[in-house]
């Protein structure tokens, strides 16, 4: 095959896939003006994958002492932050990421059948999606940043409430994204072999298949550009970048350095890995997220435009507990009092410094207290802004 047949090919399988070069289908973008954002930034961090307050919160056993001893001083902790015990509402992933994200409990639509995950879609708007529908900001400044096997989360970017939707979605910061932009990427070009292009084209195509929600063809220049200079830095096999956990924080920071995020949200999840059976893979994750929380809030503190003005909230997406039926520590799924137990952390400009809110705090409360932090209304929100977090 000349080289001239083997780009063919490769448009012809993008076009196949839906992926050719023209296509801008997801790439909307509000349709309304909007006021300029003149609020403090805000990162989020999801102390996912299932934490109990006995590893996390509680001093003398905590395995995150970054958050305990250095940043716990500096905010408002909430230790007895809890997720409703109601009917229909479960103690896992993104059921808890949505209950942050929306302030709502069981909003949203299961659309499971036939996969081997979760696909909830938000039948509430999200903060990003209240955040840019009240301000003039680009989706590559509204970020969710997830890990590359919970494909599920790619669900999370927007809900599909009339008001809201699609053209006040975040971005989506992940390996998989990365995965689908390389593919892409070199089969625009064509530049392989026969064989290759054709591994390419198989890959690209299992990819879509695992994809969510009509994945775009295209995120945004900015985003694409930070792909080129990840592949540069790290390359794209995959075995050389971070990867768990660890790959999330360095997204993380590559985003601060180069998209300047407004809103971001991290959402951490190798706790998770403990269902395997292994206490050490839950105890060893949360020092991991404990030093992620270090390494992102130290960037923010030596960047003279996130420096002062920003504001983090630290909230677990659910708890955990034991297992009933067998000797597997540290499970989530049986909705027993602990995986309702969790906790939050707030610190920034505006809030007030050294102080335990030592009340029961229902998980609902984060969305209508960000967003009264940045300036907004989470309207559906169930419950009320914590006013008395701000000085």
């Known amino acids: 095959m000349s ?36 609020g403090p930034n805000v990162v989020i961090i999801r102390f996912g994958g299932g934490v ?12 995150a002492p970054y958050l305990m001893h250095r940043l716990a001083p500096q905010g408002v902790m909430i230790p007895d932050l809890t997720i409703a015990q109601l ?27 036939g996969v081997e995950f979760d696909r909830l879609e938000p039948t509430e708007p999200t903060l990003f999606e209240y955040f840019r529908r009240a301000f003039d900001i680009p989706a590559h400044q509204a970020l969710l940043i997830n890990g590359e096997d919970r494909l599920q989360e790619e669900f999370l970017s927007y809900g599909i409430h009339p008001s809201h939707g699609i053209a006040f979605k ?3 910061l992940s390996l998989y994204r990365f995965k689908l932009w390389s593919l892409r990427d070199r089969l625009a070009r064509a530049t392989g072999t026969d064989a290759e292009i054709e591994a390419d084209t198989e890959a690209l195509v299992d990819l879509e298949a695992k994809g969510m929600r009509g994945i775009a063809p295209r995120q945004p220049p900015e985003i694409e550009a930070l792909w080129a200079r990840w592949r540069a830095f790290w390359g794209d096999s995959g075995l050389k970048n971070p990867r768990g956990d660890a ?4 997204l993380g920071l590559w985003a601060l350095r180069d998209l300047r995020p407004r809103l971001m949200m991290i959402n951490y999840q190798d706790p998770d890995y403990v269902h395997w059976g292994n206490a ?25 435009e ?23 520590p540290f ?25 335990v809110l030592d009340r029961p705090v229902d998980q609902t409360v984060i969305a209508p207290t960000i967003a009264a932090a940045m300036g907004f209304r989470a309207g559906r929100a169930e419950n009320r802004a914590l006013g008395e977090l701000f000085t």
Do not use: K
């Not at 009917?87 to 059948?113: C, F, K, M, P, Q």
């Not at 893979?281 to 003279?304: K, L, Q, S």
């Not at 003005?309 to 659910?318: H, K, L, S």
């Open 3 to 38: 080289a001239l047949d083997r780009r063919r090919f490769a448009a012809g399988a993008l076009a196949a896939t839906g992926l050719a070069t023209g296509l801008t289908t997801g790439l909307a973008t509000p349709v309304h003006a909007a006021p300029a954002y003149r």
């Open 52 to 63: 109990r307050r006995r590893e996390t919160v509680e001093t003398a056993t905590t395995w």
């Open 87 to 113: 009917d229909g509402v479960d103690t896992s992933h993104a059921e808890g990421t949505l209950n942050i994200l929306t302030g709502r409990y069981r909003a949203y639509h299961d659309l499971s059948d």
């Open 170 to 172: 975040s971005e989506v």
């Open 247 to 250: 790959a999330l924080t360095e």
């Open 280 to 304: 050490s893979h839950y105890t060893r994750a949360i020092a991991r997220i404990d030093h992620g929380i270090e390494r992102i809030v130290t960037a923010v503190a030596t960047d003279e």
């Open 306 to 328: 996130y420096a002062g003005n920003t504001v983090f909230c630290i909230v677990p997406d659910c708890g955990r507990d034991a297992n009933p039926l067998m000797s597997v």
């Open 331 to 355: 499970q989530h799924h049986f909705n027993t009092r602990s995986a309702h137990e969790i906790f939050a952390f707030l610190m920034g400009p505006g809030i007030e410094r050294g102080r």
